[in-house]
């Protein structure tokens, strides 16, 4: 799927090859690096994965309580009690949990670009067998 995405791409930019004479790999490159939108998906999706990893670092939700107690108040009066409860774990989970969530997103961005480095070769690859066809129907032509 992704050779047919390439092939589409350098045949999109074939009559800029021929009208320009030629393009220099590193101008193509930065084309498919910018306008590439599988690269773009797992951008998003490295980021989505990042906050995904990052989520249960915090603690979980508080419960607040207020209770108010009518009374007589020349004998007991009103009371008001107010309760605040919070669970957590021991500090030294939530630094594990942390320094793991960060691992994570080393390991996700090391992905990306892997995933990148792969695109971006792959699409150089392909320019370098423009290249050469286009010189050898040169030549053909020439012989002719």
């Known amino acids: 799927m992704m050779n047919k995405f390439f092939i589409l791409l350098i045949s999109a930019l074939m009559p800029a090859f021929t009208a320009f004479t030629q ?68 500090p030294v989970a939530y630094i594990y949990r942390s320094k793991l969530a960060k691992g994570q997103n080393q390991l996700l961005e090391l992905d990306f670009r892997i995933n990148r480095a792969k695109i971006l070769n792959q699409a150089h690859q392909l320019y370098v067998d423009l290249v050469y066809s286009n010189a050898l129907i040169a030549e053909l032509k020439k012989a002719m």
């Open 23 to 90: 393009v220099k790999p590193e101008e193509l490159l930065l084309q498919v690096d910018t306008n590439n939108l599988i690269q773009k998906a797992y951008r998003q999706k490295l980021n989505a994965d990042g906050l995904a990893a990052r989520m249960g670092l915090t603690l979980v939700n508080p419960e607040f309580e207020v209770i108010y107690q009518w009374g007589n108040p020349v004998y007991i009066g009103n009371k008001t009690t107010i309760s605040l409860t919070q669970e957590f774990d021991f």
